[in-house]
DNA sequence: TATGAATGAGGTTTCATTCAT
DNA sequence: CATGAATGAAACCTCATTCAT
């Protein structure tokens, strides 16, 4: 009488593993949003529950607790980019400013609009308050990254003009410029943000020299 | 010889302007210490007056609330960098490089031991949620920064030998390494930190050229 | 049959109003009682919650705060008299003596028992402190008190043997001896009430002439 | 250097007896006007010290505690109208009417500006919760009243026209006049306060008859 | 005596979590 | 599975009281 299609007769409701994982979804982009907007301890359990369209006590049928939470929001954060870094293999013969345009400018690109930049401000903020959530980060996304940054630094030392061998003791100046771009547009940009992506191109012209593009 | 007119009673104990301003200073010291580890939602008030001694109660003699204690606590943190921004007059006929060492490496030296680390940590944590004390740290410090940074980059496009013309559109690419060393050292260090100043002076070298030192 | 549009989930458990009334009940009841005994100030939340079975907390679900609670308990207090009053019209040819009979013996006969009385003096104990519970008070209950008092001085001015003519200029002069009944009986019997209605009725003896009964 | 008169030289200041009491007289009043506007708990003791231009902690010189002080004002307010009611004597051949102005009339000529209403409803006020105080009101205010009161009844039944006899049982309908007036201007007037004086004579001239004046 | 900084018990309110329906 | 009323620990804040000066 009430679900038309399976429910073959029986006792209750026949568990849908479709549905299940699809509230499961809706509280996890609801955290998301509320834990960026709110911190984790200015989060309210009813709000993310509100911001699903579920009752409070739901939360808990899918997440132990508040910190069960946060921990699966910010772990299906990190997977993301890690799967993106994961993907493509590198060209053959690629260029140092290739290779390093082809690592980070898609990341760039909607910076703010995908929340990649959010929730590079979220994991600043409450890295410190949750050192477990900080080393996954670590491993699944910083240790990857700089990797791949060392290899492109190597590969300017053997191969390159060598411009870069400046930052060779301090890879993570690669980086900075992301960093920056997040914290600038999050706290002093003042409601005129920066292009992150236009930015980021700006420290490779400075760096390795002027593209001719 | 002392008051003339009222003084209905006696006196009494006569406060003490030193005792006073030392309990507050008491006070805030133990409150960055916990604003820091904790951050403003974190931070318990029984905590912050342990953590100077005192009981609760005390803490209300000296600041209306918590946010009034948050504020203080920033005001305080905030006015001594931009006594520093404000101190030194620039020499006459300093290249660049020069200006630039002047200009950050004093506040680079001791990065964490002095704090400021920490500090630039918890604005990045809390700017989100506290947008009035962010904007306070937008004026007072960030934008007269940005501001000596522009001179640099337009003495440079003048007088220099234009290496930092591609940063002339961000011109927030200078602090990107200050800002860098704070996040890393505070959650992607694993306990290996890097040292500010050096890689400040790395970047420096990366886009101005190796300093012949 | 349902609903037909959004019923995204399941229904769950829905809420009873049966037993929301009746907790709201409980909670009002407890209230009335422990702001009688206390007053406003007096009334500790944990004790109303106790002397209804509940938790605090559980205040909180069925009223904002404490002054919230505070008005819904008098506006319930308020509501009954109101009625009282607006309920039953006069009936034609009443004597004077009657018509007041008709309209405050009801309202005295258990005077203390009902918690009338004990709710004229929380009015009057808090009634300075709350001033818009008073001006509430004041025109829902002594307002259309004062009108049908006024309507019986003026019939008797017009029909009766004029004995109430000098408080003309005072009708609430009528309404003292309920006055002096519940302050009476709450301060100054010490331990021997009188009887409101007793005493209203020889009030009324006194004013219009000793009645035959 | 301090004082001109007394203190002969020798350790600190001699107990001058005359300054005690008037600081005890300064936080009399002060809490009286206190206590008169905000009730017992809505009290503080830093108001009232601030009240009389001294320090929180003068209070304690003076009166052990909170409760203590509140006897101690009402004490002295109780103490006013019993020595008013003892004072003078019954002139020989008094009518009842007489009798009742000069013993009513003096405590309602200037009711609302000597502060006895607002002490009345501050009574009323906090009696339930003070029933040591009610008690020592009753014993030295309202019995001593009530006594008169019935002498004033007998002697009519005595040799009076009797008009009074319905209220011998009821004798403390004779002070409802005055407890409405108080009641009455402090809730229930709506900026249009009744003139207690001439509402009694009112009640007088219903109950008596009217007076040829 | 007088003072007022300091105390800490105690009050109101919030909110993560549970559980009967 | 879903619900939301109920819970109660824990946080912020107030203020009567103390006591060193």
Redesign the pocket.
């Known amino acids: 009488m009430d679900s038309v299609l399976p429910s073959p007769r029986g006792r209750?409701?026949v568990?849908?593993?479709q549905?299940?994982a699809q509230?499961r979804d809706l509280i996890l982009r609801s955290a998301l949003a509320t834990f960026l907007a709110r911190g984790f301890e200015g989060?309210?359990?009813?709000d993310v529950?509100a911001g699903a369209?579920?009752?409070?006590?739901?939360l808990?049928?899918?997440f132990k607790?508040?910190?069960a939470l946060f921990e699966f929001v910010l772990q299906q954060l990190i997977s993301e980019p890690l799967a993106r870094i994961r993907a493509d293999p590198a060209p053959a013969g690629e260029t140092i400013r290739a290779k390093l345009e082809r690592l980070f400018l898609p990341l760039l690109r909607d910076f703010e609009q995908s929340g990649r930049a959010t929730v590079m401000r979220l994991i600043i903020a409450e890295g410190a308050r949750f050192p477990t959530l900080a080393a996954i980060h670590r491993r699944l996304v910083i240790e990857p990254m700089m990797q791949l940054i060392e290899e492109v630094v190597q590969s300017d030392a053997a191969t390159g003009d060598g411009r870069l061998a400046p930052m060779a003791r301090f890879p993570q100046l690669i980086g900075a410029p992301v960093v920056m771009a997040a914290v600038w547009n999050g706290l002093w940009s003042g409601g005129a943000p920066v292009d992150p992506a236009a930015m980021f191109l700006a420290f490779l012209d400075a760096v390795l020299g002027p593209s001719r593009t």
């Open positions: 209750g409701r568990p849908d593993p549905r299940t509230t989060t309210r359990m009813v529950a369209g579920l009752a409070k006590g739901t808990y049928l899918h607790d508040k910190d």
